[in-house]
């Protein structure tokens, strides 16, 4: 055919039309289904489908507006027109299709407006009326050192708060940044997602407190409800849930019979008691270290030495133990200061949501009885559904378990009722990373970096996808203007990966040697031994690539030493002291070694059993079949890690860029792992 006739021929049957208006309700049909799934908690994979079949129906839509016309009798074939009939045939589907176009461009103007409402949410939900954000409280009080005091009164009143189920309250860790008063209320509302602020002031002299509260409907200044409390410190107890209560009846939030009687409980008659409670939770909110954690055991152990029966410090101390326990000191010692807590917390008071969490969590983090814990988690979301803990702990769970949309879903949650939490979102972003859906990964960064745009942890992050993806440029791009600060382990840790596959070891060696001659952590003690040794092993692994064998082998004995000395500590390792053992002998050349440690770690941590780490660990066990010539060891099982998700996934690019695999590299069966496309 005669391309100009045929150019004619698509407009008299109304093609490009047709293309036009497919391509417009193609648009509005994704962006919708990106919008409401979410909502529903709908998996991505319904969203990619969605997509995969408008892109499939394309061609289809314009052979059909090819054969067929619309008629005011019908849809009838193109050929069996007469030239008068097609004429109006024409005009009628011309009609059809500029309708469309116009509704569905309509549609998306009124999407547009209202995705800019002052309250209206990123995900496409409004912001519910009864929502609520508790700014940090003003302490008024002549003695500074009674901050404690003050932070403590504010997160008792969040947390009675967040067990009434008809209110959506955001999580102290977001509104803690900023101030007790913010000058712009809906700008703070709109970027907690809330229409409502509670502001407050705390005032303690001597055995006084004076407690002021008011509920701010932030769209307008609104002063929905204000009152004062002054009480002795004898009669403090109880003031929160009576906060809790009128700020719920202000809203219109109805209480269950079960939250009512949950705020009428209170903690303990025993001013001291209390006092000392208060000091554990202000620390035990937001600890920095194992100092701070220790310090919180303290002030909790101070609680129920003065009021035994004080249930909810014991179920504090449950909490505090158990995250001592699974983080830094897994001894026999610390597992039984759990138990114990947990016995006598079971004892006082079985049914307080707080000794119901301890419990779940010493399920979880001491037992390691995943499938119990998720159960037992699930049913406390039901009571608990503002408790951002439970769902950050059940999208971790649900992480190791490798229910891996579930766990996005858990994250996405937790997220709505705490949007200004870093390491969230940071979580989010490791269950995409994980499945390899490195574009969600991404964007779960981008939104991050929106919020904090010099941030260095997210940074690294993202660069670290680059990575994975084998796109350096990009990766160097983020990182070059990176400072690390002494608690930035995990950005000079991705900083070391960069030069470790740009193949310029000794770029990050400076960085890596002025870092520990800053810190001196062998001397002074002053970081977490658990950040220490892998960077002692990565910088002997520089070295080594460099052909400094001898420096390397000393930092190599360094970690060696102490990972040696942190496994007779703690006898309950998981894994992860013998995988990181298996690395540093490794890298000392002692193959027999290697291997026995990290067969070690994965018969403790299989994959089976944590979806997210045990495949790590055959990771490690590849790296060392490679270092060692078991090339069809090597091989055959980084073929299974790569159709496998798990943490930090191995990928092509990563096989054809990391030194670690270059033995590899003349066997026809790497290579071809290393051309596989890329997820």
């Known amino acids: ?12 049957r109304d093609v490009y039309r047709a293309a036009v208006a497919y391509g417009v309700v193609a648009w509005f049909l994704t962006q919708l289904t990106t919008q409401v799934f979410p909502f529903f908690e709908i998996p991505n994979s319904a969203v990619r489908f969605v997509v995969i079949v408008l892109a499939v129906g394309f061609p289809i839509a314009m052979l059909l507006s090819w054969v ?145 509260v008011q509920l701010i409907r932030a769209a307008t200044d609104e002063h929905l409800w204000a009152d004062s409390y002054d009480r002795k410190l004898e009669n403090i107890f109880g003031v929160e849930a009576e906060v809790a209560g009128a700020v719920a009846a202000a809203l219109n939030g109805k209480l269950t019979a079960t939250e009512q009687q949950a705020l ?23 600890p920095n270290n194992i100092e701070d954690i220790s310090t919180a055991i303290q002030a909790f152990e101070e609680a129920v030495r003065v009021d035994p029966d004080f249930a909810a410090a ?120 994980a499945t390899r859906d490195f574009l969600g990964t991404m964007q779960c960064y981008d939104q991050a970096l929106n919020i904090w745009p010099d941030d260095r942890m997210l940074t690294a992050l993202k660069a670290s996808v680059f990575q994975s993806l084998g796109e350096l440029d990009q990766a160097d791009a983020l990182l070059k203007n990176l400072q690390p600060s002494a608690k930035d382990s995990l950005v000079i840790a991705i900083i070391c990966d960069q030069a470790k596959l740009r193949r310029r070891y000794s770029d990050a060696i400076p960085l890596l040697q002025n870092w520990f001659e800053a810190n001196s952590p062998d001397q002074s003690g002053s970081l977490p031994r658990f950040w220490v040794d892998p960077l002692w092993k990565t910088l002997g692994d520089l070295q080594r690539l460099s052909g400094d064998v001898v420096n390397a082998n000393a930092n190599y004995a360094r970690a060696r030493d102490e990972l040696e000395q942190m496994l007779k ?34 018969s403790l941590t299989p994959a089976s059993k944590d979806a997210w780490t045990g495949p790590e660990y055959e990771e490690t066990w590849a790296r060392i079949a490679a270092r060692f010539g078991q090339k069809d060891l090597a091989i055959s099982t980084l073929e299974h890690l790569l159709k496998t998700p798990y943490r930090g996934p191995v990928t092509p690019a990563l096989l054809r860029l990391d030194p670690d695999f270059d033995a590899l590299r003349s066997d026809p069966a790497f290579q071809k792992l290393c051309e596989e496309k890329q997820p």
């Open 68 to 212: 067929y016309e619309f008629t005011p009798e019908g849809v009838v074939r193109t050929e069996d027109l007469d030239p008068v009939e097609a004429k109006s045939a024409q005009r009628v589907t011309g009609r059809i299709f500029d309708f469309v176009i116009i509704g569905v461009l309509l549609l998306v103007i009124v999407m547009f407006i209202v995705g800019r409402l002052p309250f209206y949410r990123q995900t496409g939900e409004s912001i519910p009326e009864k929502s609520i954000a508790v700014m940090p409280f003003e302490n008024l009080s002549e003695e500074k050192t009674n901050a404690y005091f003050v932070k403590g009164i504010q997160d008792e009143i969040l947390t009675h708060l967040a067990k009434i189920g008809a209110l959506k309250v955001i999580s102290r860790i977001s509104t803690q940044q900023y101030p007790p008063r913010p000058s712009n209320l809906s700008e703070v509302a709109r970027q907690l997602g809330v229409a409502n602020i509670l502001e407050g002031s705390v005032q303690k002299a001597t055995d006084h407190v004076h407690i002021n």
């Open 1 to 12: 055919m005669n391309p100009t006739k045929f150019l004619t021929e698509l407009k008299r």
């Open 264 to 286: 009428e409980q209170k903690p303990t008659k025993n001013p001291e008691a209390y006092d000392a409670y208060l000091r554990g939770i202000a620390l035990s909110s937001d």
């Open 314 to 433: 014991w179920a504090m101390l449950v909490q505090m133990h158990s995250d001592a326990y699974l983080w830094v000191d897994a001894t026999q010692s610390r597992r039984g200061a759990a138990q114990r807590s947990l016995e006598t917390a079971l004892r006082l008071q079985p049914d307080l949501p707080e000794v119901q969490i301890a419990a779940a969590t010493y399920q979880y983090k001491v037992l390691g009885d995943f499938e119990g814990a998720r159960r037992s988690f699930e049913q406390l979301h039901t009571k608990l559904p503002n408790n951002v803990d439970i769902l950050d702990t059940l999208g971790t769970i649900t992480l190791q378990q490798g229910r891996w949309d579930e766990s996005r879903a858990y994250f996405e949650k937790a997220i709505w009722l705490n949007p200004r939490n870093r390491g969230l979102r940071a979580e989010a972003a490791f269950v995409r990373e």
């Open 569 to 602: 500590e703690a006898p309950d390792d998981k894994g992860s002291i013998s995988a990181r053992l298996a690395g540093v002998y490794a890298g000392l050349g002692d193959s027999q070694l290697a291997m026995k440690y990290i067969e070690r770690a994965m």
